[in-house]
């Protein structure tokens, strides 16, 4: 009798920012574009960098540092838009860097640790080790809610 390996894989997006590596799962990807220029969006919260005209669509972008909380930097070479769907509507997001698709197995996901006092923690809902690397799963819902954004300017 053989037994079958029940363990899936979840293909996952590697992307940095600062100096950490954060995954999004591959079927919520759209595409991974060069910085493309940004149009300004007049009073659009301070996350929403404006807007882009991506073969035709119009996708809002959003800089994941301004996010997270971490300081902006000046976009460079490496800087990408990894534009993401979610409920039918595409959405960009600025990161430092892209860097490769990987095969992770689902059971090597630890849920989400306990940070105090980190504003980042909520938009976090995994983190998996694999080799040497630490990579955090980002949970795209929570993450693109302006609900979470209202709150922690109420908290702030």
Not at 46 to 64: A, E, M, S
Not at 71 to 92: A, C, F, K, Q
Not at 118 to 123: G, L, M, N, P, T
């Amino acid at each position: 009798m053989s037994t079958i390996n029940l363990v899936q894989d979840m293909k996952v997006i590697v992307f940095q920012i600062k100096d950490k590596e954060y995954a999004i799962p591959v079927d919520k990807v759209s595409g991974i574009e060069k910085l493309l220029h940004i149009t300004r969006v007049p009073k659009a919260v301070q996350l929403v960098k404006g807007v882009i005209n991506l073969r035709g669509v119009i996708t809002p972008i959003i800089d994941l540092r301004v996010r997270f909380g971490f300081e902006e930097l000046e976009y460079n070479d490496s800087t990408r838009i990894i534009v993401v769907i979610l409920d039918d509507m595409e959405v960009g997001l600025i990161v430092d860097s892209a860097n490769d698709v990987l095969d992770i197995p689902v059971d090597s996901f630890e849920p989400q640790p306990e940070v105090v006092g980190h504003s980042a923690s909520e938009y976090i809902s995994g983190v998996a080790k694999i080799e040497k690397r630490l990579l955090v799963l980002i949970n795209l819902e929570k993450a693109l809610s302006l609900e979470v954004n209202e709150n922690m300017r109420k908290e702030g």
